[in-house]
């Protein structure tokens, strides 16, 4: 892909520094809060024990399977017939055709020499060394006992704790819009809105962040997101460390969904019904190894999501080395300001502890844990971040701009190494230092 002339891209660097400078100056508003949200956490019923509520949630989460794969990392991967997956217990889906591609060819990444030679690679996923599924399944990581044992609420499992979310104004050159600040989370992330987006994309990359406490997690992630601040329809998609999901401090392909903001609808994962999977090779929660290393080694994670205005729905799409990997969809029925378009898109970092704000800060870091200020190797970065508009074409996300929650903790900087060259979005931090106690 060769999105700019050098004269055009000359002109959007010139008015990223514009936008960097304004953003510094104006101060983010936060207006209200709203929509007060504590975790209930845990309920129990009385008539049921904890282990017949646990019984009944496994069989719940787990489907009938046609050949099981036992992976190193310790999952166990169930190959499920394509039309026994989680997403046909959904009412809206109960009727449903599965598409197998898109209505379009999509387009392949920037394989352009400088790109390819930029030692990045595409990452990879440990359970492919123990086996694959059959055609006609699809890979699902099985929730065994001591997962949900493990989890910090049984009701909740596999959807993102509750939270309190606050309406704050962010402003992109004229563009004013509302942000809806979740409570518990530090967000470090490149921002863009003032457009109806039909697709997003960009390579993220991949590290292992530590994770302070079994209740809290860190990702790498694009977001594209619609509707009210406090009940916008989301998808998230990119990399986590997430032990109350997972089980382990391992790091792992993610997507997420909501229609409510988070409040009752969604998940991570096929942890509930929503996302249809048409790809047998990819692993939703499955862990990504190796992840790039400080001062050596890059890897990345290439990700799109993409509306298919013939079929309503929203792709999702990777690639590997070879070939372009279209891994499933979110039926547009799904959602409600998104049945159409994104209003913003981000990508970066986002930190979650139910301690946020509270006392010492916590030290899951974000990113590489390195501060974006490091800069290449040493920083985690967002490489061609691309958001595509109405005339279906990707460019680079303009007007967009860098922001963060706790520049103390977790900053974010857009750094173009060579004059007149594409920027690196490079984000992140380790969380609690001198500068953030
Ligand atoms: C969202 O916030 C607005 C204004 O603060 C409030 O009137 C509305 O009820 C809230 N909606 C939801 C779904 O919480
Ligand atoms: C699914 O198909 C059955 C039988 O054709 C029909 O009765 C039912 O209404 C359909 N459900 C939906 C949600 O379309
Ligand atoms: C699985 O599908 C692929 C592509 O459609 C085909 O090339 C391959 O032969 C099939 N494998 C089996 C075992 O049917
Ligand atoms: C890329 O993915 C395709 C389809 O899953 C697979 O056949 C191919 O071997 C993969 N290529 C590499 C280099 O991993
Ligand atoms: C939001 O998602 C939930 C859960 O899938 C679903 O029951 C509900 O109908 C959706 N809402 C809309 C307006 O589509
Ligand atoms: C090997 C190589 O060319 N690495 C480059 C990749 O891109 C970053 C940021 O643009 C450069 O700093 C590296 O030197
Ligand atoms: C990541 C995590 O929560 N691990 C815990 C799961 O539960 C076992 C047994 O209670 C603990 O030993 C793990 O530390």
């Known amino acids: 892909m060769k999105p700019f002339s050098s004269g055009s891209l000359l002109r959007v660097l010139l008015m990223l520094r514009t936008v960097e400078i304004m953003v510094g100056l104006l101060a983010l508003v936060c207006i209200a809060l709203s929509s007060g949200m504590v975790d209930g956490g845990r309920s129990i019923q009385p008539l049921e024990t904890e282990d017949i509520q646990v019984e009944k949630k496994l069989k719940l989460l787990n489907n009938p399977f046609v050949k ?3 992976s190193e990392d310790g999952d166990v991967i169930d190959c499920v017939d394509i039309y026994k997956q989680p997403a046909f217990d959904h009412p809206l889906l109960k009727n449903h055709t599965i598409k197998v591609s898109p209505s379009f060819v999509p387009t392949n990444g920037d394989t352009s020499a400088s790109s390819i030679m930029n030692s990045s690679l595409p990452f990879s996923q440990v359970w492919h060394k123990s086996g694959s599924c059959p055609n006609g399944t699809i890979p699902i990581r099985r929730i ?5 044992l493990n989890a910090s609420s049984l009701e909740r499992y596999g959807k993102k704790p509750m939270n309190i979310i606050t309406k704050c104004d962010f402003h992109i050159l004229d563009y004013t819009f509302a942000l809806g600040i979740q ?4 967000t470090a992330a490149l921002i863009a809105s003032g457009f109806s987006y039909t697709g997003a994309k960009a390579d993220i990359n991949v590290w292992n962040p530590p994770v302070e406490a079994d209740d809290e997690y860190t990702t ?4 594209l997101t619609s509707g009210p601040f406090n009940n916008s329809d989301t998808i998230e998609v990119g990399w986590m460390v997430n032990p109350s999901v997972y089980g382990d401090r391992r790091t792992r392909l993610f997507i997420y969904w909501t229609n409510d903001s988070g409040k009752s609808s969604g998940c991570f994962d096929l942890l509930c019904p929503g996302f249809v999977q048409v790809n047998k090779d990819v692993l939703l929660g499955g862990a990504i190894e190796p992840t790039s290393s400080y001062y050596g080694q890059q890897y990345v994670i290439p990700l799109e999501v993409v509306k298919d205005f013939e079929q309503d729905v929203w792709w999702l799409i990777t690639r590997n080395e070879t070939d372009t990997l279209t891994i499933g969809y979110w039926p547009c029925d799904m959602f409600i300001s998104m049945y159409h378009i994104a209003e913003m898109l981000m990508w970066g970092g986002d930190v979650y502890s139910p301690r946020m704000h509270t006392g010492r800060h916590t030290a899951t870091a974000m990113g590489s844990g390195h501060f974006s200020s490091e800069h290449w190797s040493m920083a985690s970065y967002i490489k061609q971040p691309r958001m595509r508009d109405y005339s279906m074409t990707y460019k680079y996300p303009y007007p967009s701009s860098p922001f963060t929650l706790e520049v103390d903790c977790y900053s974010a900087e857009n750094y173009a190494e060579v004059l007149f060259t594409e920027p690196l979005f490079y984000y992140g931090g ?8």
């Open 144 to 148: 065994l006992r001591q997962h949900l």
């Open 430 to 437: 380790p969380g609690r230092n001198l500068y953030c106690p």
């Open 183 to 186: 409570h518990y989370h530090s």
């Open 68 to 70: 099981s794969i036992q």
């Open 220 to 223: 790498g992630q694009m977001t």
